[in-house]
């Protein structure tokens, strides 16, 4: 695996740059994933304004219009603040005793973040930018759904070059026959020089669970997938879902669902809650739950929201 970016550069490259070890593997594939985001982004909104459901909006201080898509810039800092507070609190909430073994650790490592976490708290500082922008909130979340789901396939890709700790529970099993176009490593992965500095076969014995081989399933890979398998829907049914709340609302259900199947084969601690439930697992529950009202309610009441 490759932590820093200098461990990818001399790995493909055979160069050692000595400043590139202070570049997380992990924060670069974020990164890139925020570029590209903001660049469907801009083409998503200057396609809605062209198309009347977004309007520029005269700026107060000198009068000139603003349009959608100048605000992305801003947009991309506040989810980006967003998802790094966020993904933070939700995932020390969830490893609350890794938190009091080591407070500083916890706050300071640059992995342990929770995706949901990060969405919530930066969609809460997205709304709050909008209003006070007199921004078309609903018609700028939708436009932000298939940017979203392509950024967390991103966000994984980093998960699995780094070895952040996101792969699956133990697998030890040989690879099936209908994979076997594929190349080994999709099927079992044992993740070496992971950024976390651990053997698999003694981390899953610390997690109670018993690992023959030290291989896992790369959960990441198969999000990965996912992730560009559900920006494909969202971008090509964008201009099919014209009623505002849609993209949002289908959004939560692929989101939701993918995150649940997954979870059948992570490792995650679970809440002593209906035989055993992650956090995780619980809002991809409910991400589905408001999805399904929102595809039922949204053609009764998106236009009418659309206006506020």
Known sequence: MYPTFYDLVLD???????AFKYMQSYGMMVGIGFIVGSMLLILE????ESIGQIKAVKNPKNGELVHPDEHVGNIAI??????????????????????????????????????????????????????????NVIHFIDAT????????????????????????????????????FLPDWMWAYDYPNNVLGVDLITY?????????????????IYEIIMAIMIFAVLWIMRKRWTTPGLMISAYFILG???????????????????GGITQAELISVTMIVLGCLGFYYMPKVGYRWAKF
Not at 45 to 48: P, T
Request: one cysteine or more; proline letters at 6%; charged letters at 15%.
């Open 12 to 18: 493909l490259l055979g160069i050692s740059v000595p």
């Open 145 to 180: 759904m298939p940017a979203l789901a392509l950024g967390y396939g991103f966000g994984r890709l980093g998960c699995h070059i780094s070895g952040d700790g996101d792969w699956g529970i133990p697998n030890d099993l040989p690879k099936p026959d209908w994979m076997s």
């Open 78 to 135: 506040i989810l980006g603040i967003g998802a790094v507070a966020g993904g933070k609190l939700f995932h020390n909430l969830e490893n609350w005793d890794d938190v009091v073994a080591d407070p500083m650790g916890a706050l300071t490592r640059m992995s342990g973040f929770s995706f949901y976490g990060g969405v919530f708290v930066g969609m809460i500082l997205f709304v709050w930018y909008a209003r006070k922008h007199k921004l």
């Open 45 to 48: 909104l200057k396609r809605k």
């Open 204 to 220: 899953y014995a610390s997690k109670g669970y018993t690992s023959l081989t030290g291989f896992a399933y790369p959960t990441p």
């Open 256 to 274: 939701g669902a993918e995150r649940l199947l997954i979870e059948q084969i992570r490792i995650n601690n679970e809440y002593n809650i209906m």
